[in-house]
């Protein structure tokens, strides 16, 4: 799996996989409509592209997921604002890889961030498998963290360690 910055012509193709993907949540604690906002509209998610935040998960040819990732100015810290695997990929893995990707590709960041809310039992016990440590519970959400023991400077190619 790769990451690459969304291409114009995926926008639709990526909401209607996001449609697919959060609609599930109602199978791991959701109410039917407790998705994330813009979840569903092209508008958004080309703004999301144009803001270079929109990020398309690709298998060879085919796209399977997305992210929408915020790096900040310094590239030290990240927060992931969202991700989503196409639901006809549920199951396979493919959220771990992409998890993976995102972190590969952000070589000098320090610090992930991400929240989800407190009652989607599936992504709760996903990033908790993959490290994360939750850092606050508040207003329905719970916020994680990831620091690397181990990041890249963007102006030395030796590794830092913290």
Known sequence: MVIV????????????????????DVNVGGAKGDCPPGFDSVEWHKQMAREGHLYQAMIDNDLVGAAIIFPDETKYRVYIGRIFIDSIYHRKGYGIRLMECIEK??????????????????????????????????????????????????????????
């Open 105 to 162: 590709s952000f070589p000098c960041a320090a610090e992930f961030d991400l929240d989800t809310p407190c009652w989607n039992e599936r992504t709760n016990a996903f990033y908790k498998r993959l490290g994360y440590r939750v850092i606050k519970v508040e207003d329905g959400f719970v916020f994680y963290q990831k620091k690397r023991t181990q990041y890249r400077s963007d102006t030395d190619d030796n590794h830092i360690e913290r």
């Open 5 to 24: 910055k969304a291409e114009a012509n995926q926008v639709e193709k990526i909401v209607d996989m996001s449609v697919r993907a959060f609609e599930t």
